[in-house]
């Protein structure tokens, strides 16, 4: 069975988000995913999750959170990457709150449901003030890893 330290390493994890558009974000994100072989096809992934963020009208939810995902043939390994944006993007969150914790879920096509699991845990967990906060306050990759791997099982 996955588990949430098979999906999650610091390799997957900045900080420090460059991107200044929910687009950029996911391609950013996405290039950690293909830099650790976990997408096989870069471009093909990231057009996948923008095409659903479209479909959806978006993945932000209220407290700063977005968590934008896509299941297709160019994800060879299921991964999860995280960023932390300075400035919080467009994530088209109802109550119009920009994200600054962003993570992009990576799923092989074909592979179960994984994708929905991950998806539901971390929502589980992102509703708590204490979970986000750490997240936000955390000073490297390694430490988000670590909070993450310690507050969400699958």
């Known amino acids: 069975m996955t ?14 988000l ?22 096989t096809d870069r471009q093909a992934y990231v057009a996948t999750v923008i095409a659903r963020e479209g479909e959806t009208g978006g993945t932000g939810m209220e407290s700063g959170i977005a968590i934008p995902h896509g299941k297709t043939t160019a994800v060879a390994t299921p ?8 400035v919080g993007l467009d994530f088209g969150a ?3 709150t920009p994200s600054d914790l962003i993570f992009l879920i990576a799923a092989p096509d074909g592979e ?26 955390a ?15 699958l």
């Open 94 to 96: 109802e109550d119009g």
């Open 18 to 39: 460059v991107a200044t558009t929910a687009e950029e974000a996911i391609d950013e994100l996405a290039r950690l995913l293909e830099a650790d072989g976990r997408v």
């Open 112 to 137: 179960d449901d994984l994708h929905v699991r991950v998806l539901s845990r971390i929502a589980r967990k992102l509703i708590h003030e204490s979970f986000r906060t750490s997240l936000r306050e």
């Open 139 to 153: 000073p490297t990759p390694q430490a988000v890893v670590d909070i993450i791997e310690q507050e969400v099982e």
């Open 79 to 86: 991964g999860l990457a995280f960023g932390r944006s300075a």
């Open 3 to 16: 588990t949430i330290s098979d999906l999650i390493t610091p390799a997957l994890v900045t900080t420090d």
